[in-house]
């Protein structure tokens, strides 16, 4: 029911910065959330910053003060801001929905296909 289509990885040296872009089609469900994701070669995927729809933010421990999530409602479009940006922040970085009926009946989570980071000198 939800299509994300994911923007801006690459390759970045440390300290520098990149900004990713996730944009979600139109769907007769609402999305109640979005954020992202991120998993390296051989680990478990990681949640790196959500928001809901009325702004709300949440970080991982890893990206705290590093890391700024934003939102434009009127597109459906999520920003993962990255800034100081570390090695170990090489990953594959997933945009992620959390949609269902507008009568908040049901919730289904929703993945796009990934964009890869890559931190290194």
């Known amino acids: 029911q939800v299509q994300l289509v994911e923007s801006g990885g690459g390759v970045v040296q440390p300290g520098g910065s990149l900004r990713l872009s996730c944009a979600a089609s139109?769907?007769?469900?609402?999305?109640?959330?979005m954020g992202w994701g991120r998993q390296a070669p051989g680990k478990q995927r990681e949640l790196v910053a959500t928001i809901t729809t009325g702004g709300v933010t949440t970080y991982g421990d890893s990206a705290k003060g590093r890391f700024s999530i934003s939102r434009d409602n009127a597109k459906n479009t999520v920003y993962l801001q990255m800034n100081s940006l570390k090695p170990e922040d090489t990953a594959v970085y997933y945009c992620r929905a959390v949609a269902g009926p507008s009568d908040r009946t049901a919730t289904y989570i929703y993945w796009g296909q990934g964009t890869q980071v890559t931190v290194s000198s």
């Open positions: 139109e769907s007769i469900f609402s999305i109640y959330a």
